[in-house]
């Protein structure tokens, strides 16, 4: 019976957290919603989407994800697992990444059928010298 209790509280609590936290951090998939659901309706997209400081980071979808898989977590660094997903915007990127004491893993994945496929491998290089120089900032 305590069970169920603190399972409720969990559940409470996860909500107040995931509500006040995470939800307005979740920038790229709320505005590609609102932005579908504007373009499903034949209606005038705001400026707000329109402007190229939108275009360009709606193509990156950057998150943390509690989805674990053998499948997509084979790409392991230092045993740090994470999930995948797709990415929003169709000609984009989604990155998913996991941190812990022992080092860092991210999953980058795009659509096949998209322009930005035969550029993933151009994008992950980019995102590994990023990460190179943040770490050479860090240990300066």
Known sequence: M??????????????IVFKYS????????HFFALRQIAK????????MFTKDDYERISSVDLRTSPLQSDCASANL????????????????????????DDGCSACVTTRRESGSYSKASQFVDAVRQ???RLVRILQT
């Open 2 to 15: 305590h069970g169920d209790r603190y399972a409720t509280d969990a559940h409470k609590f996860y909500t």
């Open 22 to 29: 995470s939800v307005p951090l979740d920038w790229d998939s």
């Open 40 to 47: 499903s309706n034949d209606k005038q997209l705001s400026s």
């Open 77 to 100: 660094l230092k045993g740090v697992p994470t999930g995948a997903r797709l990415p929003s915007f169709h000609g984009g990127y989604a990155i998913v990444y996991g941190i812990n």
């Open 130 to 132: 990023s990460l190179r």
